[in-house]
């Protein structure tokens, strides 16, 4: 198992040269010092170190135990131990701490406030607060709230004037993992956040949120500014309405005060027309 692990025949150099040999040069130096301090002070070899494996040339990550075996002069002979290949967990490991980088630096350059908060459980076990673990600067700036003073506090410690309701709404999302989004007005204030809480892991809700005051102002003093319209429009139909009734009958007057002129005035016609035909 050994030979598979360091890619290494029968016939390879099994002594503190030929093993240094399976490294690059930087590691090979650290590691030979550290072999010498093991050699003086009598220590147990433990350390995870990356090789070069001689038969496909692939770096591996091994992680090796060992305990020196002393003579009667107590000089090392020789050291036994372990030798793991551990390259699937430095892999995982190394995912995962970039996928961390990514998260930190979304979480600290994102334009909406990001807090992630732990459920905290009352005595029966049911999900009664949210402790804060992490907030990021859009955070503070929209909250007026330091991050330094509310890491490790509740929000009821930080808020105890937040509704139950919303509260309760984000408790849920930590232990169901059900999503929501919401628009709401913040406890305490004429301040107006719209956003979205899920769960990133159990027992934990992340939320996310912008500042909306300043457009739902905006969209209340256009609705303010229709209705008026439309109030305008309604007076001002109406003002037509009047105005155009009253034209109708003064036609009907003008019409009927015309017809009694005009009869007598088609009478003398036709006189005139019989007087001329004679």
């Known amino acids: 198992v050994l030979d598979e692990i360091f890619g290494i025949g029968r016939d390879y150099s099994r ?3 030929g093993w240094l040999a399976l490294m690059r040069q930087g590691p090979r130096a650290e590691l030979a010092a550290y072999f010498q301090e093991i050699i003086s002070e009598r220590k147990r070899f433990e ?7 001689p038969s ?5 990550w091994v992680s090796g135990k060992g305990e020196l075996i002393l003579d009667g002069q107590s000089q090392p002979i020789k050291m036994i131990g372990t030798i793991q290949d551990i390259t699937e967990q430095k892999e ?10 990514r998260y930190r630096q979304l979480f600290e350059r994102s334009e909406s406030a990001m807090g992630l908060f732990d459920a905290v459980f009352d005595a029966e076990g049911n999900p009664s607060d949210l402790r804060y673990v992490e907030v ?13 003073e509310i890491l490790g506090r509740t929000l009821l410690e930080v808020r105890p004037e937040v509704e139950k309701s919303v509260l309760d709404h984000f408790c849920r999302v930590a232990t169901n993992g059900e999503p929501f989004t919401f628009e709401l007005i913040r406890s305490g204030t004429d301040q107006c956040v719209s956003g979205s809480a899920y769960s990133p892991a159990p027992n934990q809700v992340a939320v996310t949120f912008v500042d909306v005051t300043e457009r739902k102002q905006a969209e209340d003093k256009i609705r303010l500014l229709n209705i008026e319209l439309e109030e305008r429009v309604r007076a001002r139909t109406a003002e037509l309405e009047v105005a155009n009734r009253e034209l109708e009958a003064f036609a009907r007057s003008v019409s009927h005060d015309l017809r009694a002129p005009l009869r007598s005035i088609d009478g003398w016609s036709l006189a005139l027309l019989e007087d001329c035909s004679k």
């Open 92 to 101: 995982a490991e190394a995912a995962r701490k970039e996928s961390e980088l």
């Open 56 to 60: 496909d040339g692939a770096e591996r």
């Open 47 to 53: 350390r995870d170190y990356q090789i070069i494996r």
């Open 15 to 17: 002594d503190i040269n």
């Open 136 to 148: 990021n600067p859009v955070y503070e700036q929209v909250t007026g709230l330091s991050r330094t």
